[in-house]
């Protein structure tokens, strides 16, 4: 296991730790004065109260309890609102036995949501005012044997909120958040409703130390060499009662050799230096293995063994390189002394239920985001600091992180002492609970805070930047002692004159769907443009960032995902609760979108595909775009991977984890070798991008054909692409694309490149925009072939067949490849897989093409199938 988390430490049977996570009870209050004195001596009755799960939280113990219909169907979500203004308790009873007369006995919560107090048997023994700090309680001497009670009282958030002063703040989506350390996004966003959530949403346990207990181990790689690793584990201890001779000794396993080592504990901490010679190190996956070490501390007191933990950590380097050799700005972050390219999306917490979140959708999440060729990962910050589930599957399937301390959109009350001593703890827990994680390369200190404080300075007598003492004073200052091994960025974006500049650091593009007009300086007033050419795609041609970190087009979800929230007589495109599913503050910017590239729906089916196809098309021009830029650019992040609920947004994946077209897609564009092509005033090149540490040979067929499949031209170039790089391999100027190309209709022509190899995917180009395309209709046929263990689909077509699509109602079904175009002449073959191994047949498969035939006109294919059985 990793980290600090609940759970992540095995203890002996010198110090215990007993869970507490059974036979808790809940209830709601009005006021405080209701809730009766007895709630505190054993035997209470709690006939009215409800079980509930710890870690778990309010809404999903509801629910379970049909207290509350689902708020994710319809609009049941506002029939929960009432939620959020109550007390609510939770209660339960332990016996402790065998505690030893000396040993300190702590409860230990690791999670409260958010303003709670905490009683033991009648007494307060401890209170939470951030919900991303633990609670200690010391019980030493306070617990009997048998019926021991422990009481948490949660008090409204919202009611707090309401007393604080805001006004000279500002902030996006909300304003109640400003003084609370709660998930942000509780309070919605744009992608998500209102769940303002409350309760035990991690562990809770007991500890009974007897002498000494081990609180925080870090192990820190301090350089690689030939053949070695320099590193150093420090350890952190409390200890109890008389003064003892402490020891630590410590081992690090690996594959076949196993080092060993000791230090004294001095003023509670131990730490040692030492060499591991031929390491194996830890790689993002797409570069070599994530390989973790097993570390090992046993804490001794006087010679007597007291506690152990046990850690999984990884030996590796890894910074941020900022300027060139020939001093250019770049933000490249360079693993093991390698210069990688991020490639990757921004994570949103996996439900508003976030107690509730399962170990499973964190590691099916993560595996999604590794299949699609994903090596990055960036923690938003109106979020949460994510349960060790998600860490460990990132660092145990070879992924990066980036993570932003949980401040997003807006400013802070940084002025005041106990504000600032609450931020003081959660930065310092936060750390230290996370700092072992080989995935972590990045510190950040919060989302668009600093760029939006530049555009709303406009116009503005007070120019403080509330927040400015957290970001650049306190973070930098902590972190410079608790992990000094990463970079701290103080936002994201930063860099430049302005902080969203494209001059130097981390850049959010939201030119494309959101309008805004780059570049700008520091201060001007903001410029927005919501033209069908504003908000394009397009323009993410003049985007001349050094990473981008946040960049995204909404798509529409799948039907299925539709079917299962919406009332079947809502279930049609323009309804009321179509729209509702929609967040976006201005949802009239994918008409917008369509109407520019594919062509407004006519029907709900056409816009799912035509939505899909224009978040799809788009999100490829920008990682083309930002990949052939290498190593100007070192990063593509896209907004966002996943949904909170089952919504519409700029997902890749939605909340049911059926992957839309954009998921598909990042398959293919972010594959470690990209073919590519690029439009410049009316000429066309082609390009290899070569991720890898290895050099790309292959010999590439480059075509122009009409939709029947006669080319107009065809070529075939060898290439040899150096690790690392990116180039173009042939350009036709704007004459040779008519005369050479033979493309004199833009609308019935398009553009191919195809690879000799398997493991890189053809592309194709073309020379207009969707609805303006001349392609004849398609007719697909699909054949049932045999696969071990799946189901295999091949299909063939009369002609073109454009963005084929293949549908399964049946939760986590995968295909090998979707959302695809298919030539004439050729068969693709699909192979379709269940992750949970749920059984699915032939026939629970649907096949579509977007200008298929149907009935004379274009729509899903018409459908020739062969062997129709499982």
Not at 116 to 126: I, L
Not at 515 to 537: A, F, L, Q, T
Not at 767 to 793: M, N, W, Y
Request: with cysteine; hydrophobic share 35%.
């Amino acid at each position: 296991m990793i980290g600090r988390e609940a759970g992540t430490k095995t203890m002996t049977a010198e110090t215990r730790y007993m869970k507490l996570d059974r036979n808790w009870k809940l209830q709601s209050f009005d006021r405080k004065e209701d809730i009766p004195d007895d709630v505190h001596r054993p035997g209470y009755d709690e006939g009215q109260w409800l079980e509930t799960k710890v870690p778990g939280d309010v809404h999903s113990t509801l629910l379970a309890h049909g207290v509350i219909k689902d708020p994710y169907y319809s609009t049941n979500d506002q029939a929960c609102r009432w939620i959020e203004r109550k007390i609510w308790v939770y209660r339960m009873e332990f016996d402790l036995q065998d505690a030893g007369e000396d040993a300190a006995v702590v409860l230990k919560l690791d999670g409260l949501d958010t303003l709670a107090e905490v009683f033991v048997n009648g007494e307060s023994a401890a209170v939470s005012e951030n919900m991303f700090v633990p609670v200690y309680a010391d019980l030493t001497g306070k617990l009997k044997s048998r019926n021991n009670v422990v009481v948490i009282r949660f008090d409204s958030a919202v009611a707090y909120a309401a007393q604080q002063d805001v006004s000279r703040f500002w902030s996006k989506v909300n304003y109640e958040r400003i003084w609370l350390r709660k998930c942000a996004c509780n309070f919605s966003w744009d992608w998500g409703p209102r769940i303002v959530t409350a309760g035990v949403w991690r562990d809770a346990w007991l500890q009974i130390v007897p002498k000494a207990r081990i609180d925080h181990v870090f192990m820190k790689t301090l350089s690689l060499g030939h053949n070695a690793a320099e590193v150093e584990v420090e350890v952190e201890v409390a200890s109890f009662g008389e003064e003892r001779r402490l020891q630590a000794e410590i081992s690090l396993k690996g594959t076949s050799r196993t080092e060993r080592h000791e230090a004294a504990v001095a003023d509670g901490r131990a730490s040692v230096r030492f060499t591991v010679e031929d390491p194996e190190l830890w790689w993002t996956f797409d570069h070599g293995e994530p390989f973790l070490y097993e570390l090992t501390v046993r804490l001794k007191a006087d010679g007597e063994l007291v506690d152990t933990a046990v850690e999984q950590v990884g030996i590796r380097t890894i910074e941020v390189v900022q300027r060139s050799e020939s001093n250019s700005p770049r933000f490249t972050f360079r693993l093991n002394g390698k210069d990688i390219y991020a490639k990757g999306a921004n994570w949103i917490p996996a439900h508003n239920f976030l107690g509730a979140i399962s170990d499973e959708r964190y590691a099916d999440l993560i595996a999604l985001s590794k299949e699609a060729n994903m090596n990055m990962i960036r923690v938003w910050g109106g979020g949460i600091y994510e349960k060790a589930s998600f860490y460990n599957e990132c660092s145990r399937q070879g992924l990066l992180v980036w993570q932003d301390f949980m401040f997003s959109c807006s400013e802070l009350p940084d002025y005041d002492p106990a504000f600032m001593a609450n931020v003081r703890n959660e930065i310092v827990a936060n750390v230290k609970a996370l700092r072992n994680y080989p995935c972590i390369a990045i510190w950040a200190g919060n989302n668009e805070n600093q760029a939006i404080h530049s555009e709303k300075m406009y116009g503005r007598s007070d120019y403080r930047f509330y927040g400015e003492k957290i970001f650049h004073e306190l973070i930098p200052d902590l972190l410079e002692r608790l992990d000094p091994t990463r970079l701290y960025w103080p936002s994201s974006p930063w860099g430049g004159n302005d902080a969203n500049s494209f001059e130097e650091g981390d850049t959010h593009n939201w030119a494309v769907w959101a309008g805004d007009v780059y570049p700008r300086r520091y201060g001007e007033k903001p410029r927005m443009d919501v033209s069908p050419y504003g908000i394009s795609y397009r323009r993410y041609a003049e985007d001349t960032s050094k990473f981008s970190s946040e960049f995204g087009i909404h798509g529409s979800t799948v039907k299925e995902t539709m079917k299962r929230n919406i009332p079947e007589s809502e279930l049609y495109y323009g309804s009321f609760e179509l729209d509702y599913r929609n967040k976006d503050y201005e949802p009239e910017k994918a008409s917008i979108t369509m109407a520019g590239y594919s062509g407004l729906p006519r029907n709900l089916d056409e816009y799912i595909d035509f939505s899909m196809l224009c978040q799809a098309e788009g999100l490829k021009f920008g990682v083309e775009h930002f990949r052939r830029r290498k190593p100007e650019n070192s990063g593509a992040l896209i907004w966002q991977l996943n949904d909170i609920w089952p919504g519409i947004s700029w997902s890749l994946i939605d909340y049911y984890l059926f992957p839309k077209a954009s998921y598909y897609y990042a398959r293919r564009f972010y594959n470690p070798v990209l073919l590519s092509f690029k439009e410049e005033a009316g000429a066309v090149s082609v390009w290899v991008t070569n991720d890898s540490y290895e050099r790309y040979s292959d010999t590439l067929t480059v075509s122009v054909r009409n939709c029947f499949g006669n080319a107009t031209f065809e070529q075939a170039y060898p290439v040899e692409i150096e690790p690392n790089s990116s180039r173009p391999i042939v350009e036709f100027s704007p004459a040779e694309v008519e005369w050479r190309l033979g493309v004199i209709d833009k609308r019935s022509h398009y553009m191919a490149v195809r690879s000799e190899r398997e493991d890189v995917y053809d592309n194709h180009f073309f020379f207009a925009e969707q609805k303006d395309l001349r392609f004849s209709p398609c007719r697909l046929q699909i054949a049932h072939v045999a696969v071990d263990d799946a189901i295999g689909i091949a299909l063939t077509t009369d002609c073109f067949a454009r963005f084929v699509k293949l549908e399964c109602p049946i939760d986590h079904t995968m295909f090998s490849d979707n959302y695809f175009n298919l030539l004439p002449g050729e068969t693709k073959k699909v192979v379709v897989t269940n992750r949970k191994g749920a059984a699915v047949t032939f026939a629970d498969i649907a096949v579509s093409a977007l200008n298929g035939r149907k009935n004379g006109r274009n729509g899903p294919a018409n459908l020739e199938r062969q062997g129709d059985r499982p």
